[in-house]
């Protein structure tokens, strides 16, 4: 089955303690991403990743960071988590997004609910 | 910047009715928008695509228009179910250079028995 696996499902942690959310895609998209939902404001990118060791910034990248060392693989990377990045968090990948094609939507995770106490 | 614009109140209609989303975009014409569903806790599921140079689309009980003279997209869904509950967010391309989707906010469906 196509998808896009995300790990963990829930996360609670404290302010400072380095954390990893790991994605994971079936599809060989080249295309992945990482946003976070947060009531009223929607779903924001935080950064994405064109195809293997290429990243680039999305609308709030501060305090992430990203690595695309396999095709498959998206990790997020929360080197010192603060309470203002309690939100959910969704990976997504795409088989062509920004190309033009007929191939521009996202497949989304289930989602990862980040709290930091 | 470009923004996505979606009623952030809660539609509520009758089942067999037909319900109608709107998505108002600003600034620049985008090349296409996106319609998605999500339920509570999960991820969003792509449901249609349409082209700036498409006026409509169709899929099943789903439709979705694209005005640009308006800037807006209206997505309907006919015969509506209880089934069909959930938010529905739009969603555009940028134009920046960033390989990215922009998404308005949502709009949640409450289709009543």
């Known amino acids: 089955e196509a998808q896009v696996t995300q790990n963990p499902r829930y996360l609670i942690t404290v302010t400072g303690k380095k954390l990893t959310v790991t994605c994971s895609q079936n599809?060989?998209?080249?295309?992945m991403s990482w946003y976070r939902q947060d009531p009223g404001l929607g779903l924001r990118q935080i950064y994405y990743?064109?195809?293997?060791?290429?990243?680039d910034k999305g609308d709030v990248p501060e305090g992430y960071k990203v690595s695309r060392k396999e095709k498959r693989n998206f990790p997020l990377i929360l080197e010192s988590p603060s309470p203002n990045q309690t939100s959910l968090y969704f990976c997504?990948?795409?088989?062509?997004?920004?190309?033009?094609?007929?191939?521009?939507?996202?497949?989304f995770g289930s989602g990862t609910q980040l709290s930091v106490l | 910047s470009q923004k996505i614009e979606q009623n952030s109140e809660a539609l509520n209609i009758q089942e067999g009715k037909t319900a109608t989303l709107t998505c108002n975009y600003t600034?620049?014409?985008?090349?296409?928008l996106q319609w998605y569903r999500q339920d509570p806790g999960r991820g969003p599921v792509f449901l249609l695509l349409?082209?700036?140079?498409?006026k409509e689309k169709r899929k099943e009980r789903l439709k979705v228009t694209f005005d640009t003279t308006l800037k807006q997209s209206l997505f309907h869904i006919t015969a509506s179910q209880p089934a069909d509950s959930a938010t529905y967010l739009c969603?555009?391309?940028?134009?920046?250079?960033?390989?990215?989707?922009?998404f308005g906010s949502g709009t949640r469906l409450q289709v009543q028995p």
């Open positions: 997504a990948s795409s088989l062509s997004l920004g190309q033009g094609s007929t191939n521009e939507k996202l497949f």
């Open positions: 600034n620049y014409s985008p090349a296409y």
């Open positions: 969603a555009r391309d940028l134009d920046t250079g960033r390989r990215a989707l922009t």
């Open positions: 599809m060989n998209h080249e295309y």
């Open positions: 990743s064109m195809n293997v060791e290429v990243t």
């Open positions: 349409i082209r700036e140079n498409e």
